[in-house]
């Protein structure tokens, strides 16, 4: 194809990234109009996409590629093939339907335009990860999907079950995530290739490699926790307390759907194995049967929808593992039919607690007179679920039953499952599509009516699309079916689609057999949630209660390594640091026999004479003995403030040293670090409350003194190791030959720390810079001192205690004293010059202990002002 057609393919995957970025101040601006305008970037991919039928039909695949990383081979390529294009399809078919029922759904809503943007960015990962070719760009946009869907799903942050659902599916899915990456740098290591389609063509796939399992369980774990099979499943109905155009989105055509996506798209170089077919069709089947019965166990609508997707993804991925023609076929359809109704479903299920007030399917009933539009949704795409002709689902079961017709035990026990999990997820579309509409009205928290607009536009939409894809047959296995499954596969299919029903094949009555089954379901659905509420009971615990243990045993683990490795002793950290240096020092030099080149040989003959001192000036004397005078200061010093001094002299020396030996910058950079480091420890030694000497035990001397000898000698070693071998210049070659045409400088010095090093350089400038700040928070927190209070007034002298009678005679005389005191008290106070008051206000603290200490005894007083009571009232004054 044409360089047009490659940028608009990657332009695909970027518009939507724009558009989110926009969506803000888009709503800001046409607030009621904001989801219609917006729908516009996934309606115009979505023509874009159509528009690629034919030339994907005449060459079978169209390959877009972007300059990404070209110094390791790198680029963001993107490949259109059958697979990719029907969920290209359909994620932005469906995506621009939501967008318009999101604007509808949460009109008014003061953080709208934000949820649009959050959903642009969702779609835009999604569609990048179903057009990747390259594994690394596949794997970026499926972490993607996990954070948006995170920011989806814990849209409603105020509630504490949004915040769990959100973290619940993050944690989950990226678990997958790293597996996945895993997988795919395994798979690039084993072929040589990160592109998809380049894997598709590889002779012989990787069936028959010695790392076949290892790749198969990375890949597998990464699928089945994106698309929630068993027992990874529980995220999925946690996720419901995002808003519901995110569950309708999430469940219908994106996120879940990425982990079938992998799948489908690694069969040619991973599938057709026992182990790929029995994993699949295993848990492909739990998975089926837990999800279908744990939807009949609801009574929430959109929970039961939830349960039924987890059901719908099991069925795809035991089809997918089944692996046969018909198999995939049946995939395929399934894919697409459950894409419209169950997106169709929730918008109508969205649609009734938006207008009645209620999803709970008890409290429901009647509402097709007060909602005959939303009822007629509801109905076509209940009847896709269920399965009935003339919707495309029909198709799909027929496909995924026609291969089982063997006498073999293993198809005859697929086929059972299959025909019991169908036959409850038509239980399930019966009952989410009548049950709420029909039978005898039921009082509603809301007065219920028909709903907008904007949310009826995509149910019916949707609805009508399965049916016109069944009349529309020829050309939905012409244009559908045979590209996807031919892209699955990798080698031709044909669509034997037809509408002449053959009443004596039995695959015609094994959907008999499933609908049957579905009516009994549907009839006895009471019975079936109380039988399995019961079971859940007696049960006593489930997977989401597991994954709450689990991760409160994570954070107690996690809190109990801070507390060892974190406790805010600096002596230990420093020790902790030093001796992995002596273990990284030692280990290599005397485990892995580096130090042996250090022997003599006959080259190097003595190295009595190879380290013998060169002949040095007397000045260049004169600083090697201010280094050994450093040194000797340092180890010798009195307290703290003489061992800075000595170290700002040992560091003085090594600049100098630089200096006399032709490094003049780093000579002034050392000798700057020397007079800011002697300053500031200088400054910071004062601010701290410290003794002035450091008083150790002997042990812990002995410790940090071996450690410092271990060290000193590795480093030594270490450096006499580097300078026996060969210099290699081949980087000092390269910073010469590009420091003045690439760099423009001369000093390359500058140059490295500038340019080569500049983010490295950053970094070193941010930690000095936060050191600096910490410094000074730290000079200028000095606490200012507390006022002392003035003394209290000695106690009273506690006289002897009285016989009873006495004692009773003397208790009464002073409070007759006191209380004719006390009404004249006023009069005294108002006397009393103002600099008496004001002295005594002063008194702060000795006010308070005047007022709090003990009263006399009772003995008449010998002025007014020294009694207890006066004492309090000039307090109170």
Not at 11 to 39: D, E, M, Q, Y
Not at 677 to 682: D, G, K
Request: hydrophobic share 55%; charged share 10%; with cysteine.
């Amino acid at each position: 194809m044409g360089p047009n057609i490659d940028a608009s393919i990657a332009l695909v995957a970027i518009a939507p990234f724009v558009a989110a970025a926009l969506a803000p101040l888009l709503h800001r601006f046409t607030k009621p109009l904001s989801g219609w305008i917006l729908a516009l970037v996934p309606g115009a991919i979505f023509v874009f996409l159509l528009s690629l039928i034919e030339p994907v039909l005449a060459t079978g695949s169209i390959s877009a590629r972007i300059g990404w990383v070209p110094a390791y081979g790198l680029d963001l390529s993107f490949f259109v093939d059958g697979l990719s294009l029907t969920f290209a399809l359909t994620i932005s078919g469906i995506g621009a339907l939501i967008i318009i029922y999101s604007g509808a759904y949460l009109q008014g809503h003061q953080h709208l335009g934000r949820f649009l943007a959050f959903l642009m960015a969702f779609m835009g990962a999604m569609l990048g990860l179903v057009l990747a070719d390259n594994m690394l760009g596949l794997f970026v946009f499926w972490e993607l999907t996990a954070v948006t869907s995170f920011l989806l799903i814990g849209f409603d942050a105020v509630r504490a079950a949004a915040r769990r659902g959100a973290i619940q599916a993050l944690v989950i899915t990226n678990i997958g995530g790293m597996a996945l990456l895993a997988g795919v740098i395994l798979v690039q290591q084993l072929t040589g290739t990160w592109e998809l389609s380049e894997l598709r063509g590889l002779e012989g796939g990787l069936q028959g490699h010695s790392l076949y399992g290892l790749v198969l369980a990375f890949f597998l774990i990464a699928a089945f926790t994106k698309s929630a099979q068993f027992p990874l499943h529980f995220w999925l109905p946690n996720a419901m307390e995002a808003p519901t155009p995110v569950s309708a989105f999430l469940h219908s055509a994106t996120m879940v759907q990425a982990g079938v996506y992998l799948l489908a798209r690694t069969t040619p170089w991973l599938g057709h194995t026992t182990a790929w077919t029995t994993i699949l069709v295993c848990f492909g089947g739990v998975t089926l049967l837990w999800g279908a019965l744990g939807s009949l166990k609801q009574t929430d609508l959109k929970q039961m929808l939830a349960q039924s997707t987890i059901a719908s993804l099991g069925l795809l991925v035991l089809l997918i593992g089944l692996g046969t023609e018909t198999a995939i076929a049946g995939m395929v359809i399934y894919f697409v039919a459950h894409a419209l109704y169950k997106a169709g479903l929730f918008m109508v299920v969205g649609a009734i607690d938006h207008e009645a007030g209620t999803r709970d399917i008890t409290a429901l009933g009647g509402l097709s007179g007060k909602m005959p539009i939303t009822f007629v949704a509801a109905m076509l795409a209940g009847l896709s679920m269920f399965g009935l002709p003339p919707t495309i689902a029909f198709f799909a079961k027929e496909e995924m039953y026609l291969y089982l017709l063997s006498p073999q035990w293993q198809d005859l026990a697929v086929l059972a499952v299959l025909i019991s999990g169908n036959a409850l997820l038509a239980a399930v579309g019966a009952l989410v599509a009548i049950k709420p509409f029909l039978g005898p009205a039921m009082p509603t928290p809301k007065s219920a009516h028909e709903a907008p607009l904007g949310l009826l536009a995509g149910p019916v939409i949707l609805g009508v699309t399965g049916i016109a894809f069944a009349l529309l047959l020829d050309w939905f296995g012409h244009t559908v079916l045979e590209p996807a499954a031919t892209a699955i596969l990798h080698e031709p299919v044909k669509s034997h689609l037809t509408w002449n029903i053959d009443l004596t094949k039995p695959v015609v009555w094994l959907s008999v057999a499933t609908w049957v089954l579905a009516v009994l379901a549907y009839r006895n659905a009471a019975t079936i949630r109380t039988l399995l509420r019961r079971f859940d009971a007696a049960l006593g615990w489930t997977a989401d209660t597991v994954f709450d243990i689990v991760m409160f045993g994570l954070i107690r683990f996690a809190g109990a390594v801070t507390r060892l490795l974190h406790h805010g002793r600096l002596e230990l950290y420093l020790v902790t640091v030093f001796a992995m240096l002596a273990l990284a020092l030692m280990v290599p030099l005397f485990g892995l026999g580096a130090v042996n080149a250090l022997l003599p040989t006959a080259e190097l003959g003595s190295w009595g004479t190879k380290l013998s001192w060169p002949n040095l000036s007397p000045y260049e004397w004169g600083v090697v003995g201010l280094a050994l005078l450093g040194l000797g200061a340092i180890v010798a010093a009195p307290n703290r403030l003489y061992s800075i001094l000595a170290l700002g002299v040992q560091g003085t020396a090594v600049a100098l040293i630089f200096l006399l030996f032709g490094a003049p910058d780093l000579a002034f950079t050392q000798l700057m670090v020397e007079i800011l480091s002697v300053v500031i420890l200088a400054l910071v030694m004062t601010r701290l409350n410290l003794d002035e000497r450091d008083h150790r035990p002997f042990e812990d001397l002995a410790r940090d003194g071996t450690l410092a000898v271990v060290c000193g000698v590795g480093v030594s070693l270490l450096l006499m190791v580097v300078l026996s071998g060969t210099l290699d210049t081949r980087l000092s070659d390269f910073f010469i030959a590009t420091s003045v045409p690439i760099a423009h400088g001369a000093n390359i010095v500058n140059v490295i720390l500038v340019d080569y090093r500049g983010f490295d350089t950053l970094g070193e400038i941010s930690v000095l810079m936060a050191a600096g700040i910490s410094i000074m928070v730290l000079l200028r927190s000095r606490k200012k001192p507390v006022p002392v209070a003035a003394p209290l007034p000695p106690n009273p002298v506690v006289p002897k205690i009285k016989p009873k009678s006495t004692r009773a005679k003397a208790a009464a005389t002073p409070r007759a004293t006191t209380t004719a005191k006390a009404t004249t008290k006023p009069k005294a106070a108002a006397a009393k010059p103002a600099s008496t008051r004001t002295r005594a206000t002063k008194t702060g603290a000795a006010k308070t202990a005047a007022a709090t200490t003990p009263a006399a005894p009772a003995k008449a007083p010998a002025a007014p002002t020294k009694t207890p009571t006066t004492r309090r009232k000039r307090a109170e004054s």
